[in-house]
């Protein structure tokens, strides 16, 4: 299990397209898993509409539980990228261009037919600190535990990357995975009494259905204590091999 | 745009292995691709761990605020499956067996060495309707507004289907995507001048960039009226036509 110090996160994931179906999130497995390395705990995710009044509500809320907080999407030049602003109200500041990532930019971009569109991505709330866009120079910014990302998986990942250093981390859980092919059901009293023994690991079943032959379970075990974490992992393994798959056996006998 | 009436949904994921990034959610595509097409927008998702009072308080947010909220994962036999639980004690309602339910498990499977462990998949909130499983008969169910879907994607989309006799539909949108090698900055204010002109039609913006010389645009229009929707399309084609990728071009310019 974690314990109490752990740092935690939110991730606010910020689109329409996301919700309507037509993208699928590409930055939430990605900045889970660096969490998870970084020791600090991703308690919750929400997506919501590019609707002023719902980001708003959904940041201060996640900001004040977590210890860190990192949007993705809606920080380009269009009419729908309203992440930038929505902050600054959020949080109760006035807007100012970012002379710095002007700068950035324009060296970047040294000679834009539109010039204006270029520079609605240096507009950002007063007081916020860059994050750095080593794909496309246009930054994210960070605004108190609140870190604004964009939405393109590439620049995302580059601008968490940029984040890491400004983190405050905990210790990294162990983690081990057994996968077997048994029906849940069957190693459910076993995992139980594993979970009440084990009071600091946390197990974990997810059973896969790909057919009515192919089925099982993948249980993951966490701990920041190796020895127990690698003690729980054997006695799963002789629980799986002590009940191969009885459900379905037991359909296919008359 | 959606009208004042269009019904309205939320998905509320339930997972540790989600937000830890272990298992990637293959749910919420599926769903919300399937919700725009019966004419029903959803307005936000949440991914929140196993953790009682997470779940309770989500839940009834959600649940609150918006027509029809779906649940996914944490229906299973173990011990870490605490979602009928954790929704009886939501909802205020008492637990029981589902008699339907257990008629269902025995006859699918007749012998079990374990019929305790079969058992916890009947157990819900008094009151809860029913949700076929075609795929492994365990059934999901529905309280209030809330559907509570099994975590499996096979399972989740059958039940998934099931549930769509009796949701609230409204008109559908007509859809159609642009995509252009162009830089979004470059078309930002031809959108935002479409994006004013047809209020009755959602643009969104979504760039990707692939590398320096692999970047552009996807468009994507959405609207009631089928002719508004083809002529923003139009629209947005000779928009992108005039203004293949400057920013790019500007820079391998000395």
């Given amino acids: 299990m974690w314990s109490q110090e752990t740092p935690t996160a939110a991730v606010l994931i910020i689109g329409n397209e996301i919700l309507s179906g037509q993208v699928q999130d590409a930055n939430l497995v990605y900045i889970a898993t ?3 390395e ?6 919750e995710t929400r997506m919501v509409e590019d609707v002023e ?14 210890t860190h907080v990192f949007t993705t999407g809606g920080i380009g030049p269009t009419h729908d990228d ?9 949080f109760g500041r006035p807007l100012c261009c970012s002379l710095e990532a002007l700068a950035r930019l324009m060296a970047r971009y040294p000679n834009p037919q539109a010039p204006e569109a270029l520079t609605r991505m240096t507009v950002m709330p007063v007081g916020a600190a860059l994050i750095d866009n080593t794909v496309s ?5 960070q605004l108190e535990n609140v ?3 964009a939405g393109i998986p590439s620049i995302a990942k580059a601008m968490f990357e940029a984040c890491v250093p400004r983190l405050t981390k905990g ?3 162990h983690v081990r995975e057994v996968v077997g092919e048994v029906i849940e059901g069957a190693i459910a009293q076993g995992l139980e009494d594993l979970d009440a023994a084990f009071p600091g690991i ?8 790909y057919s009515e032959t192919n089925h099982g379970v993948r249980v993951i075990i966490k701990g920041l204590r190796l020895d127990e974490v690698e003690a729980v992992e054997a006695k799963i393994i002789s629980l799986m091999d002590a009940h191969p798959g009885y459900w379905a056996a037991a359909r296919r006998e008359p």
């Fill in 202 to 209: 946390e197990i974990g079943s997810y059973p896969y259905w």
């Fill in 82 to 90: 309203i992440t930038a602003v929505t902050m600054a109200k959020a």
């Fill in 53 to 66: 009044e719902d980001m708003i509500e959904a940041v201060l809320a996640l900001s004040k539980r977590y």
């Fill in 38 to 43: 970084l020791g600090i705990r991703l308690k």
């Fill in 171 to 173: 210790p990294a859980r």
């Fill in 137 to 141: 120079a246009a930054p994210g910014f």
């Fill in 34 to 36: 660096r969490l998870s």
């Fill in 147 to 149: 870190f604004v990302l």
